[in-house]
């Protein structure tokens, strides 16, 4: 008898847990059933043409799907393509719009538990959802705007209404939570995220306490302009309406308590390549624009390709799901697309809080503060509660409470112009469907943050790029230094002052993340940028001839490490003379006889990598000393032009040998670092080297790729380097009629169970693209 | 031993057990085994057959599924169960989960609501 009853609790038990999710275990009963589970996102390769006509619809709305699975929209008006276009971003994408609002909005503890708190409280204090809210309030005062916004959210909120239970996407199921209704401040927290991505990194507390602690070599190891630069905007040296600038602000900064996690950081990897040619540069006499903004290669894509038809436009591109319209792409009249322009819009100041934190004290002036509390729910916990700080003019980021590591007791107020209430969906839509350089230059003018920089063709011939943004009148070395006095101010400066240029002579225009403007233009600014993508790409495009489509693809696959190409032959310069063992020969013939291709299954470019990141190690590591984890390398380029223009710069010795090391001991020091280290690589190709890999959201290793045999990595315009790379490839040539191409690396569906989930990968790695089709509306008829 | 009869049972309960689930929750089978373990008084030494009478409804609405996706979704979370990538085994344990409780469940019920088991036939 006992044993039937304890049998029968067993058995309770055994469903009770199968039922029910136990903190990271999902409920395994509910995931694995074939009746509600996991099987239901096992779906069928179906491109069957769709029509919808939902009462929120004026008219029906039809939708065709090409090979790739890329749905052509057409509708009857403006307001019933989007709201489709949403209803699909939600069909294929809804988890991922869930969670990257979540992430933005800093609520992902609610459903990951107490893992992500820290997260959510810097994403809180960051005040992205005060971000958010003033964009969607601008938004939503625009009259263009706000029907699209709401027609957007309706769309979402249809295919949330038409979910059950038993067909929830598959990492609800995961993750056991549901999703909820969607709502415009999701749509501004969408955008707002991808301004965080953009203009959010800075390096503000690195270089001051890099100039607090090489106050003589500061200016050379991270200079404000290179020697050798080509700049986004070639002819900018006949700048109007700017300032010349005076040194100000050069009081000490407080050194910080030294922490010891990591290695000193290099700047981030993430950039974009875009171009145009006139057609007095291609072989059909026709423009041509190409554009791959280079982000992190998360699954699903960041990306949703798709083509929208109704009379307002007809216009061809990827979306971003979670917001309306076409974010790079063309229509019958002109292409554009992105680049990452860098600029610095974020700055911190240095603020002593009073005791009742109703003011804070920033250079002998009082600001008001107004105190926020948060409420943080935390999945199977209490709530977290934190209460952040807003002044009239920025945010308190780090207190007491959310001290900056190393920086405790200090208190820093951050001002962003991200907060600004900017309506970048209003310029989406007007580049969505302008037909002229004009209608591109008014279309723009509402995007504020981040600083873009815009590549524009036209089917008239025209083309364009303009670094756009809202930007600062500063004194250096306002913005690129934590400050401790002055005011918290920002004076605009004017949009139309901002740098850009139309038809150039030389017949091109292109961007690479690189300086905007010439060293010989007086205005002052900051930012993150890198010149080795943007000299390879001028070279090419530079090239005495005229050029085709095919050529497009081949410049934006290209695997020429630029890099190596100007450092390397000196680096093999300064270890020649010497006796090296027969195994360090081969490796030195390999870089001798290395084309600078970043070819997947070639080895020197592991050894180039080695060997230079060694040498930085040598040459800064023992500097840094303590605040190694805190401070930042010099852009490679800078180390480079410093390794050849002073081979005894005093930062070379090595303060721990009594010797006086140049470059070249420091050159044979690394060179027999990287072989210790090649010689445990047991025949690793580049591409494992460097481990290519798309990985999806929720960090699940079977629900992504590693390993991916592609060549290219970080400073090569193929940037697939480990996690990020080309997130999108596009070429459109204005022939007639018009012919494009695209690529990117997953596929159009966001469910892991699709066949269109990672269909692209494959070609993506092997630089191949498809043809787009670009759909008329009498194809609908 | 396979008759008539046994496979009858099998093929009635994994009809209803199809049925139900597709409109109320994956448990679904529990109530439904014991029931059908009262009503028939199947005995004990044939729990096996209310098992098999699950998997097998499970295991058709799986390959309807499974296999006009071409394995895919069940590759993945093959690759999530660390069966590496082996979608047959992720299948065979999709399906032993059910045959295993819904044994598990006839054999209890039987233990409970069948007074004894049928004697063997001499032949």
Redesign the interface.
């Known amino acids: 008898m006992m044993i039937?009853i304890f049998?029968?609790i067993l058995?309770f038990s055994?469903?009770v847990f199968?039922?029910f999710s136990w903190g990271d275990i999902p409920a395994l009963?509910?995931l694995?059933?074939?009746?509600?589970?996991?099987?239901?996102?096992?779906?069928?390769?179906s491109l069957q043409d769709e029509t919808y006509d939902f009462p929120a619809l004026k008219q029906a709305v039809r939708v065709k799907y090409d090979e790739q699975f890329t749905p052509h929209i057409y509708a009857q008006n403006l307001q019933d393509a989007i709201f489709i276009q949403a209803y699909l971003h939600a069909k294929n994408r809804l988890w991922q719009m869930d969670m990257t609002t979540r992430l933005a909005s800093g609520r992902l503890s609610e459903v990951a538990g107490m893992k992500t708190l820290e997260t959510d409280r810097n994403m809180r204090r960051k005040g992205m959802v005060f971000a958010a809210e003033n964009s969607t309030r601008a938004m939503l005062q625009n009259e263009k705007s706000a029907p699209i916004i709401r027609s957007y959210t309706q769309g979402v909120n249809q295919f949330i209404q038409e979910l059950d239970d038993h067909h929830l996407p598959?990492e609800y199921l995961l993750m056991s939570f549901k999703p909820e209704p969607w709502t415009p401040l999701k749509t501004g927290l969408m955008l707002k995220f991808m301004a965080d991505k953009l203009s959010g990194h800075t390096q503000d507390f690195e270089l001051s306490l890099a100039r607090q602690c090489f106050p003589d070599y500061f200016d050379n190891l991270y200079p404000l302009h290179l020697q050798e630069e080509f700049p986004v905007i070639s002819s900018s040296s006949e700048k109007t309406n700017v300032q010349q600038v005076s040194n100000a602000d050069t009081r000490p900064f407080s050194l910080p308590k030294p922490i010891h996690h990591h290695q000193a950081a290099h700047q981030p990897a993430i950039g974009s390549n875009n171009w145009a040619l006139s057609g007095s540069r291609t072989q059909s006499g026709f423009p041509i624009l190409c554009n791959d903004p280079h982000l992190p290669l998360n699954l699903p894509a960041i990306w949703y390709e798709n083509q929208i038809i109704c009379p307002e436009m007809n216009v061809y591109g990827v979306s971003l799901p979670g917001a309306p319209a076409v974010v790079i792409g063309f229509n019958d009249s002109i292409a554009w697309g992105f680049t990452n322009g860098y600029r610095d819009v974020k700055d911190f100041y240095e603020v002593q809080l009073n005791a009742s934190k109703s003011t804070c004290r920033f250079d002998q002036t009082d600001i008001p503060l107004r105190a926020q509390v948060d409420t943080i729910f935390i999945k199977g916990r209490k709530p977290f509660l934190d209460t952040v700080y807003y002044a009239a003019d920025g945010i308190l980021i780090y207190d007491a409470a959310f001290p900056k590591e190393g920086y405790e007791g200090r208190s820093f107020l951050m001002k962003w112009m991200a907060h600004r209430g900017s309506n970048e969906l209003l310029a989406l839509l007007g580049l969505n469907q302008a037909k002229n350089y004009h209608q591109y230059v008014e279309a723009i003018q509402s995007f504020e943050c981040p600083h873009q920089n815009i590549v524009f063709a036209a089917a008239s011939g025209d083309i364009a790029m303009w670094s756009q943004g809202q930007f600062i009148h500063r004194q250096p070395p306002q913005g690129r230094f934590v400050q401790e006095r002055g005011n918290l101010h920002w004076n605009l400066w004017p949009m139309a002052d901002n740098p850009h240029e139309r038809n150039p002579e030389r017949g091109f225009v292109m961007s690479a993340n690189q300086v905007n403007t010439h060293r010989s233009d007086p205005t002052y600014y900051s930012g993150i940028f890198t010149e080795e993508r943007a000299k390879r790409i001028t070279n090419l495009l530079s090239a005495n001839q005229k050029f085709s489509v095919q050529d497009m693809m081949r410049f934006q696959t290209d695997l020429y490490h630029q890099n190596a190409a100007d450092i390397l032959p000196f680096m093999l310069q300064q270890v020649k003379f010497y006796k090296w063992s027969p195994q360090q020969e081969i490796y030195l013939r390999q870089l001798k006889q290395w084309d600078y291709i970043t070819h997947p299954d070639s080895v020197a470019p592991i050894y180039f990598s080695l060997w230079f990141g060694y040498l930085e190690a040598f040459i800064y590591d023992d500097d840094f000393g303590k605040y190694k984890s805190q401070l930042v390398y010099p852009n490679e380029r800078a180390t480079i032009e410093l390794m050849k223009r002073d081979t005894l710069y005093p930062l070379f010795d090595l303060k721990h040998t009594p010797e006086r090391e140049d470059i070249r001991a420091l050159c044979m020091k690394a060179f027999r670092e990287m072989c210790h280290t090649a010689d445990t690589l047991q025949d690793k190709k580049w591409y494992q080297f460097k481990n290519t890999s798309v990985k999806h959201l929720s960090r699940?290793?079977?629900?992504g790729e590693t390993g991916i045999r592609i060549g290219g990595g970080h400073g090569i315009v193929n940037a697939a380097s480990h996690q990020d790379g080309p997130s999108w490839r596009m070429v459109v040539h204005f022939s007639q009629p018009i012919e494009a191409y695209s690529m990117y690396h997953s596929g159009q569906s966001g469910n892991?169970?699709?066949?269109f989930?990672l269909n692209k990968l494959s070609d993506w790695a092997q630089g191949n693209y498809f043809k787009i089709r670009f759909m008329q509306p009498q194809d609908f008829k | 031993m396979i008759t008539m009869k046994n496979v009858l049972m099998i093929l009635g309960l994994s009809a209803l057990n199809f049925l139900f689930s597709l409109y109320t929750q994956w448990w679904i089978f529990v109530p439904l085994v014991i029931l059908w373990v009262a009503l028939f008084q199947i005995p004990r030494s044939r729990s096996v057959l209310s098992g098999m009478a699950i998997a097998l409804s499970w295991l058709t609405m799986i390959l309807f599924r499974d296999i006009p996706n071409q394995h895919i979704l069940s590759t993945r979370m093959a690759n999530l169960f660390g069966l590496k990538g082996n979608y047959i085994l992720f299948i065979g344990f999709n399906v032993f989960i059910p045959f295993l409780l819904a044994t598990w469940t006839a054999y209890l019920s039987a233990t409970i609501t069948v007074t004894k088991d049928p004697v063997p036939k001499k032949r």
Do not use: E, M, N, V
């Open positions: 039937r049998s029968g058995l055994t469903l199968l039922h009963g509910k694995i059933s074939p009746f509600q589970g996991c099987w239901q996102s096992a779906d069928s390769p598959l699940i290793p079977a629900f892991p169970g699709s066949p989930y």
